[in-house]
């Protein structure tokens, strides 16, 4: 059944001559494969096969065993209709799902080169958004959407959201917490209130039971019922006092584990160093009440980035790697910790591979967990979120959105981006630009710091360089 144009013109295309030859052999402007794979594939797998919602196909990882033809065929036909990739065999005839299994066979890489696009040519950019002129270089996958949720939101840091949608924000030098009110909820919030001020680098904010913990350099703080009381300069108690005072690496990304622990990150107080004997380094947890300090995971250099798997509750976390090793060394990690108890390597072994030059010696990266992700040298991701919304289309359900502040010291600046990276099980199998554009000829308009699902699906990024807090949402 033919439902759109451009399935006329896969047809129009597939009854042209061109389309019995083998596709690799076919002149590039007439491809009948590679104009159905834009037409019915571009959109998850890429317009290169790099991969976005849907994995890359181009690399070395497959997910359903070798990608020999017939396997490929299948695949295409019945899709994996359970984790958002659709069986095509009611749109596509036989033959037009051999021309995309032949297309997409490794040994035909180099015939699929050529007939790419200009890079860049085909990118969806953001709409323009009014009265968010800074907006407009933004660019996001086709059908999303980008617009300001709140402006003048002093060093925007970690996140935390409400069920009724109420948002909490933490934030640096600033020394505020705020909440993010949209009470008209046309998707703006139109009060920015501070709830507190004069605290010591509130990065951290998280909730339970009604109440808001914060998170300063060494302290942490309990806000009761705070959802009646933010606006009234509410009182606090503090919950723990004896963290350490390092301002180095010592701001707090907190968050409550599905456990209801509350689980705090303790910075290496240097770029490198041996604190193995010391509270730093590591990720700690305790009961919300201060009560049962406990280690939780080692070898962790700097993390202002966690979240709980949905399904698995296995945490995953991201890690800043160390400097002064070059532009290109060593990546930063992403890491998952199912259990209490793990090493990550730092400062002896970084991302999984890499012995450190000085710490390294006489160790062995084996000894360490490494890392499930290299997400890349010096791009300082922070923040992570599963999409756990049902907003966006299906292939995006627990799939992962991590917040990239972006290079302080790198020759060329990298990251400043959000990037979206599709999971099967533990594996990651693609890594893509989800909002990209804060960074343009080496000027940063945007630095994002935290992500964060909101009730209505749509997502929350917040910018500690543009003191703003974004609000993406998909419309097809
Ligand atoms: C709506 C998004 C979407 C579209 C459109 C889509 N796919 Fe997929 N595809 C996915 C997802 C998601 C997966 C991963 C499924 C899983 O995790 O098992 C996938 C997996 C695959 C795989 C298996 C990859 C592997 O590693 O084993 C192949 C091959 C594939 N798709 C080919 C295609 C082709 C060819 C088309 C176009 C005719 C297409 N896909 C269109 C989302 C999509």
Redesign the pocket.
């Known amino acids: 059944m033919i439902k759109t144009p451009s399935q006329l013109l896969i047809l129009a295309l597939a009854l042209a001559p061109a389309a019995l030859l083998p596709a690799q052999a076919a002149p590039a402007s007439a491809s009948p494969a590679h104009q ?2 834009l037409a ?2 571009a ?3 890429g317009q290169a096969l790099e991969g976005a ?3 890359n ?1 181009a690399d070395a ?4 065993g070798q ?1 020999t033809k017939a396997n ?1 065929v299948r ?2 036909a019945k899709g ?1 209709p359970d ?4 069986g ?1 065999d009611k749109q ?1 005839n036989a033959s037009q799902i051999s021309q ?1 299994a032949d297309y ?1 066979l490794p040994a035909n890489a180099a015939a699929r080169k050529a007939l790419r696009p200009a890079a860049g040519a085909n990118a969806a950019p953001a709409p323009a958004t009014p009265g968010a002129a800074s907006l407009a270089g933004l660019k996001l996958p086709q059908g999303f959407q980008i617009a300001v949720y709140a402006d003048k939101v002093e060093s925007a840091r970690e996140l935390a959201v409400t069920d009724s949608g109420l948002v909490f924000v933490g934030s640096r030098k600033a020394g505020k917490v705020y909440a993010l009110v949209d009470a008209d909820k046309d998707g703006v919030a139109e009060h920015v209130v501070t709830v507190a001020e004069g605290l010591n680098r509130p990065n951290g904010v998280a909730l339970l039971n009604g109440a808001l913990y914060v998170g300063e350099i060494s302290r942490i703080l309990r806000f009761d019922n705070i959802e009646k009381t933010y606006a009234s300069k509410p009182s606090y108690k503090v919950v723990k006092d004896d963290l350490p005072a390092d301002t180095w690496h010592g701001e707090k990304y907190i968050k409550i584990g599905p456990d209801g622990k509350l689980y705090i990150p303790i910075g290496a107080p240097c770029n490198v160093c041996d604190k193995e004997d010391d509270s730093y380094a590591k990720i700690w947890r305790m009961n919300p009440d201060g009560s049962n300090w406990e280690l939780f995971a080692r070898g962790v250099r700097n993390t202002v980035g966690f979240t709980w798997h949905p399904v698995t509750k296995e945490m995953w976390f991201t890690d800043n790697g160390r400097d002064e090793m070059g532009d290109n060394l060593p990546s930063d990690e992403l890491n998952i910790a199912p259990r209490a108890g793990m090493h990550f390597g730092f400062p002896y072994c970084h991302a999984g591979v890499l012995l450190d030059p000085q710490f390294g010696k006489g160790k062995s990266c084996e000894a360490y967990t490494a890392p499930v992700a290299a997400l890349g040298p010096h791009v300082a991701s922070l923040g992570l979120a599963f999409y756990t919304g049902t907003q966006f ?1 299906e ?1 995006y359900r627990n799939q992962l959105l991590i917040a990239e502040h972006g290079s302080w010291n790198r020759a060329n600046k990298i990251g400043y981006q959000v990037r979206l990276l ?1 999971l ?1 099980g533990n594996k990651v ?1 693609s890594d893509t630009a989800f909002i990209d554009g804060f960074l343009q000829n080496e000027q940063v308009s945007g630095r994002p710091v935290d992500v964060a699902v909101m009730p209505d699906g749509s997502i929350l990024v917040s910018d500690d360089h543009g003191h703003k807090v974004y609000r993406v949402t998909y419309r097809p």
């Open positions: 159905l794979y019915n594939c959109q998850c797998h919602a849907g994995p196909l990882t497959w997910l359903h990608p490929l695949l295409i994996v984790k958002g990739m659709p095509w596509l995309l997409l289309p292939q599709t099967h199998v």
